[in-house]
């Protein structure tokens, strides 16, 4: 699965892009893209330097593309998005 994050604003304003290729299988696949197609409407309003994740994941012909604030970024991409930075 090829994956791309963009993450965008935040206090330095500097534009980061996490991209690759992983494999993901079972369970953590599908925690993943669960969170993917979560509700990505902000709850509450934007904080100032806050961070916009955008997310895209690409398998076979699907692709799923998702943008999150920095209060409704779930759990489950955190963890991956953390994992992706650890192995950089």
Same mark, same amino acid.
């Given at each position: 699965? &090829?994956? &791309? ?17 992983? &494999?993901? &299988? ?63």
């Amino acid at each position: 699965m &090829k994956y &791309k994050v963009i993450v965008d604003g935040g206090f330095t304003g500097i534009r980061r892009t996490y991209e690759g290729d992983v &494999k993901l &299988k079972g369970e953590e696949l599908q925690s993943l893209i669960a969170a993917l197609r979560e509700s990505h409407l902000p709850t509450k309003p934007p904080l100032n330097d806050g961070e916009q994740y955008s997310w895209f994941l690409e398998d076979d012909d699907n692709t799923i593309e998702a943008i999150f604030d920095e209060q409704n970024h779930p759990p489950a991409l955190r963890k991956f998005l953390d994992q992706i930075k650890a192995d950089q």
